[in-house]
């Protein structure tokens, strides 16, 4: 569940504002709040099969922006370049160039 969580936690940072208003208020109370499926539904005055149906609509909203856009995994893929050069930079004998490159390196975050 946590692994589902961020995932759509991540999907919504790159993709939220795509959504509509509704999606991103269900999303924000079930994934960021924590709300249960029946206290949104409550707070809606709908049921929890609506909401619930409603989240996973936006889920694969988010999912559908991912597969055509690919912004989150471009990023998993820059940050995984970083931590390799921050790696090797490691191994450079003087402080002082790595200090500047890695510098330059966390300001590509």
């Known amino acids: 569940m946590l692994d589902q969580t961020t995932e759509v936690n991540l999907l919504y940072d790159f993709y939220g504002v795509l959504l509509t208003a509704k999606q991103q208020k269900l999303l924000e109370l079930y994934y960021q709040e924590d709300w249960s499926l029946s206290e949104i539904a409550e707070h809606q005055e709908v049921s929890r099969q609506a909401i619930f149906e409603a989240i996973k609509r936006a889920q694969v ?6 597969a055509k856009l690919g912004l989150l995994a471009k990023y998993r893929e820059r940050q995984a370049k970083i931590q390799q050069l921050q790696d090797l930079l490691k191994d450079i004998e003087k402080p002082s160039e790595v200090e500047t490159i890695l510098t330059h390196l966390l300001e590509l975050d």
């Not at 909203?61 to 991912?66: A, H």
Request: a negative charge; glycine letters at 0%; charged letters at 35%.
């Open 61 to 66: 909203v988010l999912s559908d922006y991912e």
